[in-house]
């Protein structure tokens, strides 16, 4: 199946701090990219839709200033957490769709962003 | 809005049958998928089901019922390493096109010896 990667896997910053994280489909190319927040033990939160070449689509309640997404690439969405705190610790995690017929979404292996 | 319902848990032993129940009330319902997720990792897709029925893959099998906004994840001659969260999630269309997903609050799946 279609492999989608994610850098760093943990990260641990200081508040106030920016933090990158990024996305990449390693053997195809994806035109949109979801990336979803998940706290311990809890659902996955749709966050916002990365579109290539263009601006992304925030999900309500989601800070889109706080939250910067730039799809550079067909392989390549990065996620930007501007001024961290606290509260912004989770597991952030990425998503790429598959063939439309099948509707399967690939996933990447998640970042664990801890703000001291 | 929309929302989904899930049990939060379930316990079965090795080799049981374990049936993991999913209503559902969104708009713009594309179709249902079935997502396993292990502790620290990431989901992986299990099966998808746009049309009313049965899909059966492996040991795994979803339905998906409409008209009852409804479905379920079948997971038979459970084996310890199915210990993990289910999840059941709608396929929405977004501006962007199809592909966004609403999931469930998931379901903790704890398979004894």
């Known amino acids: 199946g279609a492999v989608v990667s994610q850098h760093p896997s943990w990260v641990i910053c200081k508040s106030g701090t920016s933090v990158k994280i990024e996305c990449r489909s390693l053997d195809f190319q994806a035109t949109t990219m979801f990336w979803y927040r998940q706290f311990p033990k809890q659902s996955l939160m749709l966050m916002a839709t990365?579109?290539?070449?263009?601006?992304?689509?925030?999900e309500q309640g989601v800070e889109k200033d706080k939250f910067l997404i730039n799809h550079a690439s067909l392989t390549l969405s990065t996620l930007t957490v501007t001024s961290a705190h606290p509260e912004d610790s989770s597991f952030y995690i990425c998503s790429a769709p598959g063939l439309e017929g099948k509707n399967e979404q690939f996933f990447g292996p998640g970042t664990r962003l801890t703000v001291l | 809005g929309q929302s989904l319902e899930q049990p939060s848990e379930v316990t079965a032993v090795e080799g049981a049958i374990v049936q993991i129940n999913c209503t559902y009330q969104?708009?713009?319902?594309?179709?249902l998928s079935w997502y396993q997720q292990h502790d620290g990792g990431a989901p992986t897709f299990l099966s998808y089901n746009a049309l009313d029925g049965l899909e059966e893959t492996g040991r795994f099998s979803s339905f998906l019922s409409r008209s009852d906004s409804y479905g379920y994840l079948l997971l038979q001659e459970l084996q310890m390493k199915d210990s993990a969260s289910y999840f059941c999630a709608v396929s929405l269309y977004g501006e962007s096109g199809w592909g966004k997903l609403q999931f469930g609050a998931g379901t903790q799946v704890v398979v004894t010896p």
């Open positions: 990365s579109n290539e070449g263009s601006k992304a689509t925030y």
């Open positions: 969104t708009s713009g319902f594309y179709g």
